[in-house]
Structure formats: structure tokens, C-alpha cells
């Protein structure tokens, strides 16, 4: 089975949490023993069995349309959500398919959505968000997304000698930016003596400014660590708490690798964080600085068992499983397009 890949790769230098998804469900396919070649256009579409997209981009429209114009099916992995963590933002959402109407770029992503032969998001709950949102329901098969087992090797000493953390610590690792929510994240460790150390690249330079206005001096800001770094399975492994209550996550890779390396979580309920980590975790309202900080103190001072939590997250959440479940998916696509 020969299978194309589709995902924009933006110039910054740290991927995505989408680039390593469709860089490791590629790899572990070829484990699999699929040919799996990433295109940027569709001028080999003849040489492919089937193409799989990453993420919702109306750029993706031609290339997609080229591909069904000759038979060859396409899978969609959407990764798409949207915050959903007020009244008025669920009301929004939930009107999307009438005031989409009069959006270009909603009509070019549910003509999209309306070209593709399957639906792989990483959770029932951006499942169900993407059905609604633009009112379609292609054929769906949730693939979850996977982590690397390496992060269950990491060692805390190489991240506590570079940057010099001596004390236990609450890590947050991720782009600094809004729906990251780090803002409320440093004002919900303010004054409780407890430090808070702060990985990724800047894409906001206004609402770093801010974090840093609101920080008090128990804060440190890091930038990005590769994700192939053995420091930044070293950060997870260090860390008592990690903590990503962001505005949505589909779920969240920094916060499965951190559950992997044993680390107690914190994340978003919005985007399907508790399909994944069901009672390892907790899920605060993003929006209220006073929750997050309850459920980080609470994270803080419970009793924990890692392992327990390491090998549920590794047998559910491998990128073996991952690509087993993408193949079954392929494999019903196929065979349902051949008929």
C-alpha cells in the first residue's frame, strides 16, 4: 500500500505537536511495512493508493480534489477544534453552519471536509466538534494520537544541572500564545511559593510581555527544546507537576509525554484530554485562575503511582497502536471505494 502525506510545515524551527503526529504515524507505518512519502502537491497523485491530510487548510483543496478526480480516496486527519470555554463561544460555534455561509474560508473548509472518504481525529469529542461545526458526517474512525516510549527513559539530572532547578516543580511546555493559556497559568501559582518553569518558543510577543508582568519570582521562562532533545524528556521527567490548561488541546502531546515520564497532570477538559487520561489526570476550567490553581496544589500534594500511569498511557497510546489504528481505517476506506 502506497499512501501520500499532506501537512503544511511552517518555517519555525520547533514542529507542532500536528507535524510530529504525521512525521511518527509515518514512520510506524512503515513499520507496518506501507510505502508513506510526504507530497506538496499532486503531481504524483497516480503513483498513491490513497491520501492522508493533516490538519484543515483551504490550500489542501486542489491537491485533494486532484486526487479524487482520478479515484485515489483521502483520509483526513482534522486536528480541529475550537475553544469552546464560554456560553457565547459554544453558542458560536454551535451557529457555525448558518453564519459559515458568509465565511470564504469556512465554505473552502467544509468543501473540504465534503471531498474526503474518511474522518481519523484523535478524539470523539473533535469527532463530534468537526460534525457539528460544519454540519457533515463523513465516515469516522477515531485514531488516537501516540507517544514516543522514550519519554519514559528520561533523566531528570540533565534538565536540573543545565538550568540549574534544584527544587520540585511545576512545568508547562508549549508555543506561548493565548490559547496556551500560560498568562493564567503564572497568575495561578503567584504567591504560592511553588516554582513554575515555562518551556517554548514565542509566537506572541505581546502576551509573553504579559506573562512576564504577571510573573512573580518563582517564574522561569525557557525556550523551546527540540523535541528529539534528550533535555526535554529530562524537563518532563524532573517535574513534580505538568500543567497545560489550555483553551483546547486534541489532547495535548506535551501533557502525554509528560504522563508518560510519570509526571502528575494538569490539563484542558476541551478537545478530548479525558478520553485519553480518564483518572490520571486533572481537567480545570481554563478560564478561572482559581481552578487551575486547585487542581495543580491538589495535583501537588496527592499521592501518586507513575507507573501505573506510564504503562496505561504506553498500551493505549504507542505509535504501534497509532498506525494499526490508521491501517484498519485505510484498509476500510479501500475496500469500500473498490466496491
Not at 263 to 285: I, K, L, S
Request: net charge positive.
Amino acid at each position: 500500500m502506497r499512501i501520500a502525506f499532506l501537512r503544511q510545515f511552517h518555517a519555525n524551527r520547533w514542529f507542532s505537536g500536528a507535524q510530529i503526529q504525521a512525521i511518527q504515524t509515518a514512520e510506524a507505518l512503515r513499520r507496518q511495512g506501507l510505502t508513506v512519502e510526504f507530497i506538496g502537491d499532486a503531481s504524483q497523485c497516480s503513483d498513491f493508493d490513497l491520501l492522508h491530510v493533516f490538519g484543515m487548510y483551504p490550500e489542501y483543496r486542489g491537491v485533494c480534489e486532484a486526487f479524487r478526480t482520478r479515484g485515489i480516496p483521502v483520509a483526513a486527519s482534522p486536528i480541529f477544534f475550537k475553544d469552546i470555554s464560554t456560553w457565547l463561544k459554544r453558542a458560536h460555534a454551535a451557529a457555525a453552519p448558518v453564519w459559515g455561509q458568509l465565511s470564504r474560508s469556512y465554505r473552502a473548509l467544509r468543501q473540504l471536509l465534503t471531498s474526503v472518504s474518511a474522518l481519523l481525529p484523535n478524539t470523539q469529542a473533535e469527532a463530534q466538534f468537526v460534525q457539528r461545526y460544519f454540519g457533515v458526517a463523513p465516515s469516522t474512525w477515531v485514531v488516537p494520537n501516540g507517544v514516543d516510549p522514550r519519554f519514559a527513559q528520561g533523566d531528570p539530572r540533565l534538565f536540573r544541572e543545565e538550568f540549574c532547578v534544584r527544587e520540585d516543580f511545576v512545568l508547562c511546555v508549549g508555543r506561548i500564545e493565548r490559547r496556551k493559556n500560560q498568562l493564567r497559568l503564572v497568575q495561578a501559582l503567584r504567591g504560592t511559593g511553588i516554582p513554575l518553569v515555562i518551556v517554548g518558543e514565542c509566537i506572541a510577543q505581546k502576551y509573553l510581555a504579559r506573562c512576564h508582568r504577571a510573573a512573580d519570582a518563582n517564574v522561569r521562562f525557557l525556550p523551546a527544546l527540540p523535541h528529539d532533545s534528550p533535555l526535554l524528556a529530562s524537563a518532563y521527567a524532573a517535574c513534580r507537576v505538568f500543567a497545560l490548561p489550555s483553551l483546547l488541546e486534541t489532547p495535548g502531546l506535551a501533557a502525554l509525554e509528560a504522563g508518560v515520564a510519570g509526571a502528575r497532570v494538569v490539563v484542558t477538559p476541551y478537545g478530548g484530554a479525558p478520553e485519553y487520561f480518564q483518572q490520571f489526570a486533572r481537567y480545570p476550567n481554563p478560564r478561572s485562575v482559581a481552578a487551575i490553581r486547585r487542581a495543580i496544589l491538589e495535583a501537588w500534594e496527592s499521592a501518586h503511582d507513575p507507573e501505573t500511569q506510564r504503562q496505561f498511557l504506553l498500551k493505549h497510546y504507542s505509535w504501534e497502536q497509532v498506525a494499526q489504528h490508521t491501517l484498519r481505517a485505510y484498509q476500510q476506506v479501500l475496500s469500500r471505494e473498490c466496491k
